[in-house]
């Protein structure tokens, strides 16, 4: 992050907080509204902003009693929030369009991460320029990721020998000519920990670069809780504002809540993730910023990519309505 | 002199009479064996039908019966692939639990102090998470259909042994002694007592084996990979969440639960060959 | 009662309790001679069947020693595997054929499988089985099964032979039939055999010495040696000799048994 | 006259015998008992701690035991907590999985029709991959905690009940005619005639199903989140595999495994427990 | 034979065929009135047991039909709950200690559990088991197994009573204090008791009539009513009626099974 980005945010956080306060006395009757937050892993530093702003009594000012509920390797935050048990989700944004795809009406309400973190892992001095040279490779990828099979669609692929990535990288270490899935805030540094010397490939470089971490309601929802979303997001911007200064006490607390995830991991991805949350159009536009022409992009990928058999209008899937103005 | 002939008519009027019974009967063991499945699985079809209406579930969180039909319609080219790849991982982790599994149990049966030595490890190799060993079932047995079948037996053998040696610690104490008053070796009480008695467990056994490879080579796809193979069911399940096409994951489950069913009624047939002739579980008793 | 004859079986003062609890035989001291048939009278639950199962090397002894051919019976069995029992219930394989059934000890002691066959079916034939060779234990009566147990033992053919009432589910006329094929394979191949049995006129009709045994503790009361001539007819029963036999066993029974109301 | 206290001093000489040998034994019971083990755990060990250094593999590959005991040393903190959680995950697993699965089985034992109409449908529980139905689960039960018990439960139960059922369908068809003599009902059949018949099938799945229960939870955990709670060992697996600790992720893979250890002996004391007046495999019997 | 009360057994042309195959019953044809004690003598596999299973509703007969009280066996089981059955072997639930054996008819009936318990100690000292009431049935011996059975068919107060070689495995003095114990019940309890026995002592001593069988099929040979006077002593097994009706009883049974080597 740069000077400016840390300057503009303080303004603003000075303006939220106000309004802020105006709307707590305008309905100090009411009770707090609970609402549910599924994240879409584990709890780490992608998701200071929430904790930051659960902490600091951001939701509670809006009203709000927010449950963050950590996600898992298997937990679908998709259907937990299509199904109405729970309110808000985080996903990644090719997944929100695969999801309208079938039919899940959602709507992203803001980006926590402006570019992908999304990458391939080689070992060191294995790595590549371009993507057709993973061509022949064993490559450990989870099975029907979406970029995957965008991959496939642009680049010569035929000969990759594709291998389901489960979490564990034990055969990644194994094989030296191995490519892994990665995200660029994790892997790399365990790896390094480890003492295995790796280099990576952003797939953004590819041109694909989905949002991630996308914060999302359902549509529905969206139409009958407009002002609980705007809370929300309010709060939600508030709380990233609040992490970016100060990060360390919501690392802390999440590393109470997650004692696997060591502080030193913890400030690493942390301060991998400044440059995604922080920089691009969010420097800008604060934290959670989208544009109509990232989506397009994404949708036409994905289109191309042939995973998907209805139209989806960009428009109909992201509002940045909700986000404070800038 | 005429009692032989009047005797044979008699016979021969029971014998006829019986038959004519049997044919009689036919509808209405039909009703008793047939009836029931089927009431229970239109009320089930039915339940699972309305539910999702009734509690406004969408597609994508529990699929109609109807969605399902129509996933499945839809995407045979990918599922019956699918089932074929998975019925063979199975049935290879099904034969190898069982003969594995059958085999461990005979040799620790064989000697209490082996028993208490190697069963621990036999329930590490249970419970110890797949997830944990998988990356080394891969190094040693490469990606793809050899690891599945490793982790398939990892799953399934466990109940194998378990049973098997409980059966193998039950027999009779009287035919026991006879075994020992007859000098008998350790293997030929073994094989003519040991298993003989054990293999009601045994089949108990088999049968929870025989659903739990399923499981296993499901789980095996999921966490070896399919290698450079084709993928069997774990991975369409894999694609079809990741890609939240629920009524297809749907379709795989259901196809992975049918193979469960009929490796579960193969199962139980060769239990009742094997136990036919003296099990009370087998045998149909005349009364 | 001091013979040059080789001893066959030697109870030396035995006794055995259950659970520290039930005392089943208590100061059980008894020779049995090379080609001895031994009968043992007693109460229920006086200890006849511990007894036969300690020869059998199936129990120990809780104190004293029980030998059979020289040896411990356990190290008998191992050496020289000529012991045959018929147990008190049949105690066959469900899941074997009659014939299965019968065939076991010859299988478990290994040679030529046709022979082996052959001599199954003729022991059957003989007590009156032959019909049954297919049939599963479960498909036959009570005394058909007792009589498959029987077939069972004298397939094998053993030196010493262990019968633990054998005959009790059968009716008078194959208990005869039976009673007479015994004395003929022991006499032919010089068996040694301890039968139990409640019946007096049995005992006397099939033994060389009745062992009289009273209950709670198991002891041995009374030993009578049977002078009567080998081979025996069916017709010695009506001999005043044979009575007597049978009235004094009866009275050694009652009498170590007196004041006992049951057991 | 003498004879009594004769009897009784010989009585005692034999009872203090007995005593006297117990004592004398202990060595030897202890040499028979726990050598076997306490041997085969030190060959166990050394062949892991030398096939990693013999091979070359790292100790990201395969930790070698030292490495596994100075992860837990190390991350002391985190495993035993995580630990606890998956002990009273998969406690709770095992009691639904037990009093589910044999109260369905009983249920299911009671008729014919309801066994065939109803049993396919806990195959299919077993048999459908717990990734297709876990959104619902996860619905039906929020994420964390109870999920994870169904979860548990869904992978524990299967064994429980086709033992059972197998159980309560062997029961001696001698003492089955006694109870339809007598005109038991159909519930007194049950208690006081085919359910301590099935005891032993029942402990043998009992056996199989505690060491799946701990399967489940971890597996649960991995599927269903952890909700807002703290994770056990299926988090900090995946967790450990991420980080590439691999020995951590053995460490926690081997506390599951001694998990499974512990409840297995625990399950099999009841067993003999339950079985100990009667049945073959739990009785000493005295010769 | 035709007397106004009631019958208690009927038996009409009835047929047991086994797997198609094996006659066990042919043409068997019998009436039992209240109150009669009826022995049951005839080869071992005959169908004695067979039989007493088709009355206790345990078989059905392929031919024919078998009444009890009038009705169909297992009618009658439903409906009056009132037969008892000692089995061949003694069938004894072997998780269940002596007293819970024969507790169980009593708590499958219901009612007051001390009258049970009470009714069950008392039966239990009648076959001389009273020490043993906490015993497993695999602690007792052969005998005491069968006594076992025994009290639990009597602690039932059953009016039709079967039984199936019950004093088979008993001693002497056991079996004839047994003996007296049931004739004296069943002269108190006016039951009627179908008994098989292989002993023909036992039978006329016991019986006010004995159905001689023959084997293969089992069918009825003879029917001998025993005019014997009751309540019969242990003194009139001397008597000379007593010595004729045995030597009637076992010709009946040689002659039914004349020209047969075994069964
Ligand atoms: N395994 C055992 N455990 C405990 N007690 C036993 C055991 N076997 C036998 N007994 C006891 O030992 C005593 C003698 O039993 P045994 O079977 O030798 O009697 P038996 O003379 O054969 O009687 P029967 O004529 O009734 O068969 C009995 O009191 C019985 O209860
Ligand atoms: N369940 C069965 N299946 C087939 N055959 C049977 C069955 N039960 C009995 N039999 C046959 O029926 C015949 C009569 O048997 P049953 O048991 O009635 O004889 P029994 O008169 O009681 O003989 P025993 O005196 O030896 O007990 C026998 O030939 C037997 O093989
Ligand atoms: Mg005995
Ligand atoms: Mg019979």
Known sequence: GGDETGSA???????????????TESEEIQELESVKIVLNWFANAGHGGIYAADDQGYFAEKNLDVTIEPGGPQVSSIQMVSSGSAEFGLAHGDQIVIARNQGIELVALAAINQRSPQAFMFHKGHGIDDFDEINGRKAFIQPG????????????????????FTGDHTNFIQDVDSVNQVYLTGEPFFMEQQGVETEVKLISDSGYDPYQYVLYVTKDYLEENEETVRNFVTAFSEGWEYFKETPT?????IHEHNPDQSMESLNYANETFEEFIYGGDAAEHGVGYMTEERWSTLINQLDEAGVMEVEVEATDIFTTEYLPEK | MSMPSVEVTKKQKLLTKKASVKENNVWSKFKQIYLGPIVAFFIFISIWQTVPVLLGLKHYILPKPTDVVNAVVQDWGLL??????????????????????????????SSKMLERSIYPYAIILQTIPVVAVAPIVVIWFGAGFNSIVV????????????????GLNSVDKNMDDLFTLYNASKWQRMWKLRIPSALPYIMAGLKISCTLSIVGAIVGE??????????????????????????????????????????YLLV??????????????????EK | MVKTEREVVQFQQVDKVFNNEIIALSDFDLSIREGELVCFLGPSGCGKSTALRMVAGLGEATAGSVNVFGNHPKEMIKETNDIAFVFQDANLLPWRTVLDNVLLPLELRGGDKKEHKKEAIRVLEMVGLKDYLKAYPRQLSGGMKMRVSIARALAAKPKLLLMDEPFAALD?????????????????????????????????????????????????????????????????????????????????LESGNEGRELV
């Open chain 1, 145 to 164: 990721i979406a970029y995957w099979e965008y991959f496939k669609s642009k680049y010569d692929l035929s000969d990759v020998n594709e291998v389901a």
């Open chain 2, 80 to 109: 019956w692939p699918a089932v074929q790849i998975t019925v063979v991982e199975s049935i290879m982790g099904f034969v190898v639990s069982a003969v594995i599994g059958i085999m461990v149990s005979v040799l620790l049966a």
């Open chain 2, 151 to 166: 982790i398939s037996f990892l799953i399934g053998f466990f109940p194998v042994i378990s049973n098997t040696l409980m």
């Open chain 3, 172 to 252: 008078e006329i194959t208990r005869q039939t039976l009673q007479m094929e015994l004395l003929d394979i022991w006499q032919k191949e010089n068996m040694t055999i301890l039968f139990v049995t409640h019946n007096v006129y049995e005992a006397v009709f099939l033994s060389t010495r009745i062992a009289v045994m009273s209950a709670r503790p198991g002891r041995l009361t009374s030993l009578i040696d049977i002078d009567l001539p080998f081979p025996r007819q069916l017709s010695i029963r009506t001999d005043a000799r044979f009575t007597e036999y049978v009235d004094l066993a009866s009275e050694k």
């Open chain 1, 9 to 23: 945010a303080e303004s603003e956080e000075e303006e939220v907080s106000d309004s802020a306060s105006d709307s």
């Open chain 1, 249 to 253: 006490g919501t690392l802390e607390l």
């Open chain 2, 268 to 285: 139980s047939l060769f239990a009742k060959f094997m136990l036919r002739s003296w099990h009370e579980s087998a045998m149909k008793v």
């Open chain 2, 222 to 263: 999921y966490i070896a990979g399919i290698g450079g193979g084709k993928g069997g069911l774990g991975y369409s399940i894999t694609v079809a969440a990741i890609q939240v096409k629920t009524p297809y994951l749907f379709a795989c489950g259901i196809a992975a639960a049918m193979l469960g069913i009929g490796f």
